[in-house]
């Protein structure tokens, strides 16, 4: 009765990976709610859209045109927020500003030429192409002199800023180590001096003892609800065996990369009956021509849906100004995807 | 022509107050929108809305009834995120999974018994007494042995996760420092040490230097947009003076503070010519007991509005994989709010 449970108390959790803390609130579900709906993704998209910028043949925003192409394609995204080409430099007065020139590339995925077709509804053959293409572009860009990080990611879902509705990931490549990979280096660089094993071999170990945040499992990979989730059904995907980056992974480990992926997008869909919007992305070793034995690859989900298919989880105020909070526990998160299996 | 220009080039800032990095991309303001539109807030808001939780006389969501109020209304959260009688706690297991109870207290803050009015259509004399209720919150709840740190907020607006639309605001005081006044409270105190003066102090001094990201000036206050802002329209309000917390605030401060909430706001309304959605609060000194002589009390504003009334910045999948990424450079956001006065 009086001693401290996670399943009901207010708590924070430490997150391992970014050494920040995240508040819990788990009695906190009940809120009533008079505030925002989102809407509900129309269902009827067709296969080919004739205003849409990334589908084949059609003109992009620049003027020109994309090919008549079939398969994944990818391109320069046209106003990226990087750019090759800029000049080094940089500004400075005292300590309190401090500017300086950033050098990247910026591509823009499209997964398939079907303007109908998310990763989920793809096959997984199809899906394992899109992978391929993660791991050419990986080596590209991280083989150029001035590219130090290369982040692949995906806004799916008008409510997480996608800004055409076209089914697409990105690729950002940049000189600098961004804050939160950062982060995941310091924590991991840590971690392995100490136990020469990486972070997320341990965790993953303990997850599997503990089972009690595993969403599925397939032969190389773990989808799991991470012990510091921050939104509502966020989750990590975590490669078995332990490698720093997307190039290490085996043509088997490529498939069974597509296959979990397809899994675990399938349980978002079922869980609120609606294409479930989320920012995704893979955190793998920096292309900083530096050792990484610390760095283990992954690929966080991050959803925002946290009640319904219209109601989402806002990270505002508190979250802002004081850290991440949420109102169900990752447990309990873990448990309802699992049910969908 | 091939020099480095922080008005042209994309680069990275530095945050002094939080030591983390965000990327601006000043060229990227003309990329194409086909994404979501954010519903215009109804201007037609009652006077009085008798299903809403929060106006004078209602019953709220837990049965309870609110009074008859005429002024500022505080009450604990019905369904506070934090709770005071959280038994002592912790879990953990080696250095992976940690957690610990957590205690605090969440409050709710009626600005006014009226429905209709935001901060902004309220009178500087009414606006003041909010003032002296954050005052007397902060004192009350400060001085309990269990709250080390008192964070006052508002979220406005459906699109920033306001549940409610009656104008109010937030109290949720807790054990813990949270993740951004801890990171702030760091960056102080090594400054502090170094100097002798406050970091906002010399920042303050710059900024009215260089004269390029002020908004608007009263006698004891500043509001700019930081050199590191990452929402398009971000503000902070820094007083000229060196305290620590609210309770440090003269009467004729708290009148001035209150003056420059409403212009700023009323700045902000102009922008798109709807009520401007944002998060707002202070950052002030943790109430652990410690001496603070490095904390300067500050205000943010992170308002979400991009474009127009429609289109907001979305912090999404490079934003949360990576780091903040803004399109507008800090100093033409100024311009603009500045041209508004
Ligand atoms: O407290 P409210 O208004 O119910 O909820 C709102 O503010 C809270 C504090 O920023 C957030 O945790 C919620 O996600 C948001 O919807
Ligand atoms: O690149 P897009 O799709 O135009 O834009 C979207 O993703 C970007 C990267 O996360 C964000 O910076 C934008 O705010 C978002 O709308």
Redesign the pocket.
């Known amino acids: 009765m009086n001693t401290f449970d996670l399943t009901e108390h207010p708590h924070r959790r430490f997150n391992a990976l970014t050494g920040e803390w995240l508040l819990v609130s788990p009695h906190r579900s009940k ?1 009533p709610w008079q ?1 925002q709906q989102e809407e509900i993704p129309k269902e009827e998209r067709p296969q080919y859209d004739p205003k849409c910028y990334l589908c084949p043949g059609n003109v992009r925003a620049n003027g020109e045109y994309n090919p008549p192409y079939t398969q994944t394609f990818v391109f320069d995204n046209d106003f990226g927020a990087l750019q090759a080409d800029v000049p080094a430099g940089n500004f400075q007065k005292g300590n309190l500003l401090k500017a300086e020139a950033e050098r990247g590339i910026c591509r823009v995925i499209c997964f398939s030429p079907r303007h109908d077709l998310t990763l989920t509804d793809m096959e997984v053959a199809e899906i394992k192409k899109v992978v391929d293409v993660w791991q050419q572009q990986y080596e590209e860009l991280g083989a150029l002199d001035f590219i130090n990080y290369v982040q692949i990611f995906e806004n799916k879902g008008a409510v997480m800023g996608s800004s055409n509705p076209h089914p697409h990931g990105q690729i950002w490549a940049q000189s600098a180590v961004p804050v939160e990979p950062a982060k995941e280096t310091a924590q991991q660089q840590a971690y392995f001096q100490e136990h020469g094993r990486s972070l997320l071999t341990d965790y993953l170990a303990l997850e599997l003892e503990e089972n009690k945040r595993i969403v599925l499992e397939t032969t190389a990979f773990v989808a799991l609800v991470p012990f510091w989730a921050v939104w509502p059904f966020e989750t990590i995907i975590i490669p078995k065996r332990h490698f720093g980056d997307i190039l290490q992974m085996t043509e088997a480990e490529k498939a069974d990369f597509a296959q979990i992926i397809k899994e675990l997008s399938t349980v978002y869909d079922k869980l609120f009956g609606v294409a479930f919007p989320y920012s995704a992305g893979m955190h793998q070793c920096p292309t900083d021509g530096q050792d990484h034995p610390e760095w283990h690859f992954h690929m966080h989900f991050y959803p925002p849906l946290l009640r319904s298919a219209t109601v989402k ?2 990270m ?4 802002m100004l004081g850290n991440p ?1 949420r109102d169900i526990t990752p447990e309990s998160a873990a448990e309802r995807l699992r049910s969908l299996l």
Chains 1, 2 share one sequence.
Request: proline share 0%.
């Open positions: 809120r505030g989880k806002f505002v105020g508190y979250e909070q």
